[in-house]
């Protein structure tokens, strides 16, 4: 058989080359391109985040269509659906704190207050401390299991308005709403003072003035644990 001309010889190793070039190796490139172009629309993300308010944020990112029903779901499911709503909601981010809002200052349903509020914190928007605050320093009367998710949510919120309501739920007749207040505040504070939910009412009551004097000292300059 002859041997291929120059010129053949090129075309033959060209292609060659071409067939036994693995594909893998262009594979790179392409997924380079993606990577840029992942990072170019964070970042053009980022600027907008930073260069739009906040209101118009939430104007320009509704919703989606779906929030309606998981904020009734919220409002009136069992408790199967309304646990699926929170975590739905709780997805959805910022943009259904008005909604949530809604639910927690018109139900008159304690368990749909508490999901509110549950879900209000999870989504760490601070301006949500305003609706916090009308309800539990409002005149309609709370449930204590609310009035103490409402602190947890307010220290959540880096709102330190939450102690104050935690220390008047230790001196609860109800043992469970003592523990729960209790296990609040170190969450929040890192501090004990040695109050014991259990114990009897003196031990507690000394705990307590141990406590309300360290918070006279340290409110004006006290900022919540997150937890």
């Not at 190796?25 to 980022?46: E, F, M, N």
């Not at 509704?62 to 409002?75: F, K, T, Y």
Request: hydrophobic share 45%; proline share 5%.
């Amino acid at each position: 058989m002859p041997a291929p001309g120059a010129g053949e010889g090129r075309r033959a190793g060209v292609e060659g080359r071409a067939v036994l070039q693995p594909r893998s190796r262009r594979r790179p490139r392409t997924a380079g391109r993606l990577r840029v172009r992942r990072r170019i629309a964070v970042a053009a993300l980022g600027l907008w985040a930073a260069a739009t308010p906040l209101g118009a944020q939430e104007a320009s990112a509704p919703p989606s269509a779906d929030a309606a029903r998981w904020v009734e779901l919220l409002r009136t499911g069992d408790a199967l659906a309304a646990a699926e709503a929170e975590e739905a909601l709780t997805r959805e981010g910022w943009r259904v704190r008005p909604l949530v809002e809604q639910v927690l200052l018109e139900s008159e349903r304690s368990g749909a207050q508490r999901r509110a509020l549950r879900v209000l914190a999870q989504l760490g928007d601070r301006r949500a401390s305003t609706a916090i605050r009308r309800l539990l320093f409002g005149e309609r009367p709370l449930r204590e299991q609310v009035r103490l998710e409402a602190a947890d949510a307010l220290l959540r919120l880096g709102d330190k308005g939450g102690i104050e309501v935690l220390i008047e739920l230790m001196q609860s007749g109800e043992r469970g709403i003592r523990l729960g207040a209790h296990v609040v505040f170190v969450r929040h504070t890192h501090r004990d003072f040695g109050f014991r939910f259990d114990a009897p009412g003196g031990e507690r009551a000394a705990a307590l003035a141990r406590l309300r004097r360290w918070w006279q000292q340290a409110r004006a300059d006290f900022e919540p644990v997150a937890g």
